[in-house]
């Protein structure tokens, strides 16, 4: 029932309120759709004007789907847990925590930007992903992974993006 509710809210805030028939739609380029699994919902956040902006170290309010991340150079980062590929030099870090699931599951992470991702439960070790999908040339996302989560709070960390800021989004997988 909680993830139905959390899709539902997803789905509230994507649209933002307004009907299907009111909305225009967009031309999507090819390249967006032909990663190994739908993110339509995650370009629909990503193009939303409200989709809100948070410095390293935030927690995403709990009916947010994600955020525009802020990043600072990735040697002032203090990641909880060292990230598991070296960050190139002048490339950019910033934590973002998400809270604690009612519904375990599968759930993917999807970023708007190239970067590295380390995903933790526990603060101290990362979780391993069950699978990815990257498209460079799609100009809204660039990858999406998915983890199984437990319940307890989701603890982002990324390393060796190319700007300084990103946009991130955890949602249930489709």
Request: proline share 11%; with cysteine.
């Amino acid at each position: 029932m909680r993830k139905a509710a959390l899709g539902l809210a997803l789905l509230a805030f994507a649209c933002g309120g307004a009907r299907a028939q009111d909305a225009a739609p967009a031309a999507i380029p090819p390249a967006c759709t032909a990663f190994g699994w739908s993110l339509m919902r995650e370009l629909a956040w990503f193009s939303a004007p409200s989709l809100g902006e948070l410095a390293s170290g935030a927690t995403v309010a709990p009916d947010m789907p994600g955020a525009v991340l802020k990043l600072r150079p990735d040697a002032e980062v203090a990641f909880p847990v060292p990230p598991s590929k070296e960050p190139a030099p002048g490339s950019y870090g910033g934590i973002l925590r998400f809270p604690a699931l009612t519904t375990p599951g599968l759930y993917q992470v999807t970023l708007s930007e190239d970067a590295w991702i380390d995903v933790s439960q526990d603060g101290r070790t990362t979780r391993p992903p069950t699978a990815f999908t990257v498209k460079r040339d799609c100009p809204t996302i660039r990858k999406s992974v998915r983890y199984q989560f437990g319940t307890t709070p989701i603890l982002i960390e990324v390393s060796g993006a190319k700007r300084d800021t990103i946009k991130i989004a955890i949602a249930p997988a489709e």
